[in-house]
T-cell receptor, first 111, second 116 residues
Framework: AQSVTQPDIHITVSEGASLELRCNYS??????LFWYVQSPGQGLQLLLK??????LVQGIKGFEAEFKRSQSSFNLRKPSVHWSDAAEYFC?????????FGKGTRLHILP | GAVVSQHPSWVICKSGTSVKIECRSL??????MFWYRQFPKQSLMLMAT?????????EQGVEKDKFLINHASLTLSTLTVTSAHPEDSSFYIC????????????FGPGTRLTVT
């Protein structure tokens, strides 16, 4: 069975600084991978997804993620964060027709 | 486009009563709807998958008699928590998809249920 780990519960970065949120998965084959963002009062929004092909995936709001098979990782990055990026971020894995979400990383932005 | 609403956004009910949560796809027809449960500071856990006109498929460990799911139309699914107890208090989230599978989900804003 697959599993997902987001090692960082909270991350704080200054506005304008770069960001990397970590996601590690466990699955025998290449899974389908997703990053979602959850803001208060709003539903989860898909930032990007990886199914196959180019391992560097571009998403919305300036986010990107890189699939690294050798490290079983799918880390989310943004070169320069904005105060509006403060939210909860979830990594998700689909494999064997099951979807598993990580526990989330809460992003705090310092002015 | 692809907006999903949930109603109510929060509800308080007494132990032993039942509560119904609605999930609507506002601008598209949803072949599949999903119901999740999210505990504080925890991840989303899939409870069940429903397809219009057919019985929901529940995940292992989810009591189908407690969490009744109805997907009566291509734009509406309901989750009824029957004989609610304080341990059922949680954040319930639905998602809808035009397709089968998890690959194109649009999420509702969630419903906070508190059972007293």
């Amino acid at each position: 069975a697959q599993s997902v780990t987001q090692p960082d519960i909270h991350i704080t970065v200054s506005e304008g600084a770069s960001l990397e949120l970590r996601c590690n998965y466990s699955y025998g084959a290449t899974p389908y991978l997703f990053w979602y963002v959850q803001s208060p009062g709003q539903g989860l929004q898909l930032l990007l997804k990886y199914f196959s092909g180019d391992t560097l995936v571009q998403g919305i709001k300036g986010f990107e993620a890189e699939f690294k098979r050798s490290q079983s990782s799918f880390n989310l990055r943004k070169p320069s964060v904005h105060w509006s990026d403060a939210a909860e971020y979830f990594c998700a894995v689909v494999g064997d027709d099951k979807i598993i979400f990580g526990k989330g990383t809460r992003l705090h932005i310092l002015p | 486009g692809a907006v999903v609403s949930q109603h109510p956004s929060w509800v308080i009910c007494k132990s032993g009563t039942s509560v119904k949560i609605e999930c609507r796809s506002l601008d598209f027809q949803a072949t599949t709807m999903f119901w999740y449960r999210q505990f504080p500071k925890q991840s989303l856990m899939l409870m069940a998958t429903s397809n219009e006109g057919s019985k929901a498929t529940y995940e292992q460990g989810v009591e189908k008699d407690k969490f009744l799911i109805n997907h009566a139309s291509l734009t509406l699914s309901t989750l009824t928590v029957t004989s609610a107890h304080p341990e059922d208090s949680s954040f319930y989230i639905c998602s809808a998809s035009r397709l089968a599978g998890y690959y194109e989900q649009y999420f509702g804003p969630g419903t906070r249920l508190t059972v007293t």
